[in-house]
């Protein structure tokens, strides 16, 4: 006499693969907004930086020139040897794509591009 036995069934079903996916979406959808937000905050914070760097370096320059309130400079060549450059011999970039611009002795000499019109805004406090 034969005995049959019931054939056992490995695997998931369709319905247990698609409850995962869910989840899987589910919690990529609250990660990436998170992402998002922390990789612009560090972006505006190594440009901030960079403006910080900057604008000391304008300052150190115009202490050694003799340079009043107002007076202008030629940037980037004038700060570049107050500043500690790239490897290829440029002005740190700003992570986010902005270009930095100049400005007057004793104002907010460093500038970027980008300035308050991403948040957050890269522009020095």
């Known amino acids: ?3 049959f036995t019931p054939i056992a069934r490995n695997g998931f079903t ?3 693969i698609m409850i995962v996916v869910a989840i899987i979406g589910l919690l990529a959808a609250i990660a990436v907004p998170n992402f998002v937000k922390a990789r612009a905050t560090s972006q ?3 440009c901030i930086n960079n403006l910080r760097q900057i604008q000391s370096a304008v300052d150190q ?4 020139r003799g340079l009043h ?3 202008t400079f030629n ?5 570049t040897p107050y500043l500690k450059l790239t490897a290829s011999g440029a002005l740190p970039a700003c992570p986010a794509g ?10 907010t ?9 991403v948040t957050p805004a890269h522009a020095l406090p």
């Open 69 to 71: 309130t107002g007076s």
């Open 14 to 16: 369709l319905v247990e």
């Open 109 to 117: 000499s460093a500038t970027c591009s980008l300035g308050s019109t």
């Open 1 to 3: 006499m034969k005995i």
């Open 98 to 107: 902005g270009t930095y611009g100049e400005g007057a002795i004793g104002t």
């Open 75 to 79: 940037f980037p060549a004038d700060i």
């Open 44 to 46: 505006a914070n190594a």
């Open 61 to 64: 320059m115009a202490v050694e």
